[in-house]
């Protein structure tokens, strides 16, 4: 049997990326995790955020390589 295929890579989002969404108060790790889940659309990451800040402290990153 061949092997299964790769998963993709995770997306890196770029800094400015990640500071659109820490100017809001937010970590950079909530931002890297919201910005994945929204397609690197920082104002969707950040509604991602409010809508979901009850379980964000639950949320961990995959380091980023």
């Known amino acids: ?8 890579p995770m997306p890196v ?3 400015e990326q990640i ?3 820490t100017m809001m ?5 909530w931002a890297v995790v ?3 889940k ?3 659309d920082a104002d969707r990451a950040v509604d991602f955020i409010l809508e979901n800040i009850t379980e964000m402290d ?3 990153v995959e380091p980023i390589r």
């Open 19 to 21: 500071e659109a969404v």
């Open 13 to 15: 989002p770029t800094s």
């Open 1 to 8: 049997c061949p092997p299964p295929p790769a998963l993709p």
């Open 58 to 60: 639950q949320v961990t």
């Open 25 to 29: 108060g937010f970590s950079d790790e």
């Open 38 to 40: 929204c397609n690197m």
């Open 34 to 36: 919201a910005l994945r």
